[in-house]
């Protein structure tokens, strides 16, 4: 595989996106909060067919060039607010890594009610979101961080591949939760 995060100056694909395609079949993929694309540029080179979206308009710019440059036939790079929770089409999995935190609280479970809702049956969400616990208040002013067990609950009915509230470290040394979820809806 070509590795083009580093041809463009990006981090590599974040881990959990890396570990979540051990269990996914490439499909149809929604990125949501997709940066330049360190994560859909991963995913489409797995054979992914990834909608890219951000509010970031030089972002999407960013991966557009990319996308142009590199000839890419499956991302599709899109100017979207995730807050607007209007979902318009199904993904068989839709990651959401390190997004959620910078939504407006009040839209948070509109934003996850519609991504449950736009996953297809069988399908995966992939996501993992700043928590400020009173073991670990959050160091960071996050508009919207998780509370223990909150993301577990939102998806109850759904097979958790994955669900874990590890301590991690920020790029600044901080301390904080972090929840993380591979969850597939039922077939
Ligand atoms: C920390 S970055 C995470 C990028 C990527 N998911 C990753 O794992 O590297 C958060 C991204 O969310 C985007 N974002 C924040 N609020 C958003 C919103 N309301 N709608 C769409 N994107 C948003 C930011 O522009 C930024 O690119």
Same mark, same amino acid.
């Given at each position: 595989? =070509?590795?083009?995060? @580093?041809?463009?100056?990006m981090n #590599? #694909?974040? @881990?959990e996106v890396? &570990?979540?395609?051990q269990?996914? =079949? #490439?499909?149809?993929a929604l990125?949501m $909060?997709c940066s330049?694309?360190?994560n859909?540029?991963?995913?489409s /080179?797995?054979?992914f067919?990834v909608?890219a979206?951000?509010?970031?308009p030089?972002?999407?710019h960013? !991966?557009?060039?990319?996308?142009? /440059?590199e /000839?890419?036939?499956?991302?599709?790079?899109?100017?979207?607010d995730i807050?607007?929770a @209007?979902? &318009? *089409? &199904?993904y068989g999995?839709?990651?959401c890594t390190?997004t !959620?935190?910078?939504?407006?609280?009040a839209?948070?479970?509109a934003v %996850?009610a &519609?991504?449950q /809702?736009?996953? +297809?049956p069988g399908?995966?969400?992939l996501?993992?979101?700043?928590m400020? =616990?009173?073991?670990?208040p959050?160091?960071? $002013?996050?508009?919207? =961080? %998780?509370?223990? *067990?909150q993301?577990?609950?939102i998806? @109850?009915g759904?097979?958790? !591949?994955k669900?874990?509230?590890? +301590?991690?470290?920020?790029?600044n040394?901080?301390?904080?939760q972090f929840?993380?979820? +591979?969850?597939?809806?039922p077939?």
């Open positions: 595989m =070509t590795d083009l995060n @580093s041809r463009y100056g #590599p #694909p974040h @881990s890396v &570990d979540a395609c269990h996914i =079949t #490439p499909c149809k990125d $909060g330049n694309g360190r859909a540029l991963y995913l /080179q797995l054979g067919n909608t979206v951000d509010s970031n030089n972002a999407i960013m !991966l557009q060039s990319i996308v142009a /440059q /000839q890419i036939a499956n991302i599709e790079p899109r100017i979207y807050n607007r @209007s979902l &318009d *089409e &199904d999995f839709i990651a390190v !959620l935190m910078f939504l407006d609280p839209r948070v479970e %996850l &519609d991504m /809702q736009h996953t +297809l399908g995966y969400n996501i993992v979101c700043a400020d =616990t009173a073991a670990h959050c160091p960071v $002013g996050f508009p919207f =961080t %998780l509370q223990e *067990e993301l577990r609950e998806y @109850s759904w097979e958790l !591949l669900y874990n509230e590890d +301590l991690g470290t920020m790029h040394g901080a301390q904080l929840a993380t979820m +591979l969850a597939r809806k077939a």
